[in-house]
């Protein structure tokens, strides 16, 4: 039998057909076999990843916060951090609090902010912060970021249109020749939170915010704000709220710093700082309750520097019962440096006394130039 040319164009079709056909039969027997078979896949992964994530996003345990602050310098300084580990090791201090962006607004570290990098407001001071953070983390400390706001001359040199006016044109300055940008402006707050985020990205188990208030020292009547139609403190309250909402899903609590008046005083001080704007918003409100800041007179006291104990009872007696039931806890930042009075053991113990009568949130230690000793602090216990 002869087959033409056409025979053979059909033969072959025909084989084509019939391999194909067993070709999609097998590829669908894979995929159903791969659909009930408990083989991993890349939406397995995905999964698993994104589970990692949620709990990696959980915020660190509360606890009873005694800590001491350090610029960025201290912070990058072995010797120094050696010292404030040893000396958490044997007191009950568990806590630091570190600059990240100082009273210069200078960014302290190795920052992937692209508004940080944009403006070139870093000035690494710390070399290796997720480091440092994992080092005082394996000493049981409990890591907290300083973030300076308002106070930023360097924020306020890069962009002028942020910064508090002067009547007759140019930036404000205050008393120290310090410019401020303005509290009413979000595109600071905007810069400020990115900031923020990266820093609990880095592992830090709060952040505290300083300078969040507009100036209070210099010609404040010479001053201009973009926003002239409200009080101080309903911007500081929207800030706050702000600061509440944009860190709500952060693995991190958030503070603020006050004023130590905030606790007795609640018509803003012209500075936009009342307790009642801040409760609701953050976890931690320190107000800065250095007895040596009241001036004579207060309690009747010709010194109150020399009556610690009493300053800082009389301030929690006041300041308490505008937090009760809110989300916010009282953590004051105690005196711990000579001034009005030598603060020794005694007026440190008489302070955390008072503080630890009133709250469980504990107390911060503040000295400019870092010295610290045990002095006032309760020593461990060594088990034998």
Known sequence: MMFSSSHFRALFF?????FSSIVAVIFSLVVL???TLPFPSFAMASSVDET?????REKPPAKTVKGVYLTAYSASREEKIKEIIALSDATELNAVIIDIKDY???VLYESSVPAVAALGTQKKRIHDLPALISLLHEH???????QTVFQDPLLAEKKPEWAVQQIGGGVWRDHKGLAWVDPSVTDVWNYNIAIAKEAVSLGFDEINFDYVRFPSDGDISTAVYHDETRPSYDVMGDFFFFLGQEMAEEPAWISVDMFGFVMERHDGMNIGQRLEDAVDSVDYISPMMYPSHYPA???????PAAFPGEVIAHGMEQGMPYVAGKRAKIRPWIQAFHLGAIYGAENIRAQIDAVETATDAGWLLWNAANRYTDAGLKLEEVSL
């Open 14 to 18: 025909l084989l084509l057909f019939f």
């Open 33 to 35: 076999v791969s659909r």
């Open 52 to 56: 990692i994530m949620e709990q990696n």
């Open 104 to 106: 210069s607004g200078s």
């Open 140 to 146: 049981n400390m409990y890591v907290i970021a300083r």
């Open 297 to 303: 007179g207060h309690l009747g006291l010709d010194n």
